[in-house]
C-alpha cells in the first residue's frame, strides 16, 4: 500500500491486543495485524508504539495512561499508522487487568469509528501540536 493512504475498518473489525505494564505487545488477533499490516510474529514483543503515527499528540496518549493506570479503562480515537506507512483510525477501549501472576497488563480492543469522528479528531489533533 503506497505511504500515506488510509486503510478504512470494515462495519465489523474488531481489532485486539494485549501488552504488559511497559506496553510491550502480548497479543495481537489477526485483525489487527492485519490492518497494521505486521504479522503476528513481528509485533509480538514489540512496543505498541510501533503502530503509533506522529499526527496523534502526545497529550492524547498521556491521557490514556493517566486513566488506565488509575484502574479505569479508556476510550477514545486513535490515528495508527501501518508498516507500509499508511494510516488507519479507530475507536479504541483500552482496559487494565492484573495476569495470573498478578502483573499489570491491558486490553485493547478497536473498532470502526464514524467518519464524523475521524474528521472531528482529525482536526482536533492537528491544533494539539
Not at 50 to 63: G, L, Q, S
Not at 82 to 88: A, E, I, L, N, Q
Amino acid at each position: 500500500m503506497p505511504k500515506d493512504v488510509e486503510t478504512i475498518l470494515d462495519e465489523d473489525a474488531f481489532l485486539v491486543s494485549q501488552t504488559d505494564e511497559k506496553g510491550t505487545v502480548i497479543f495481537a488477533n489477526e485483525q489487527f495485524c492485519k490492518i497494521a499490516e505486521y504479522s503476528h510474529e513481528e509485533l509480538l514483543n514489540q512496543n505498541h508504539n510501533i503502530v503509533r503515527h506522529p499526527d496523534m499528540p502526545k497529550a492524547a496518549f498521556k491521557d490514556l495512561w493517566d486513566t488506565v493506570k488509575t484502574g479505569k479503562a479508556w476510550q477514545g480515537f486513535v490515528k495508527n499508522k501501518t508498516k507500509s506507512g499508511g494510516f488507519y483510525w479507530v475507536f479504541a477501549t483500552v482496559y487494565p487487568y492484573k495476569n495470573a501472576l498478578g502483573k499489570q497488563c491491558y486490553i485493547s480492543c478497536r473498532r470502526k469509528p464514524s467518519r464524523e469522528n475521524v474528521e472531528k479528531y482529525s482536526t482536533i489533533y492537528k491544533s494539539m501540536h
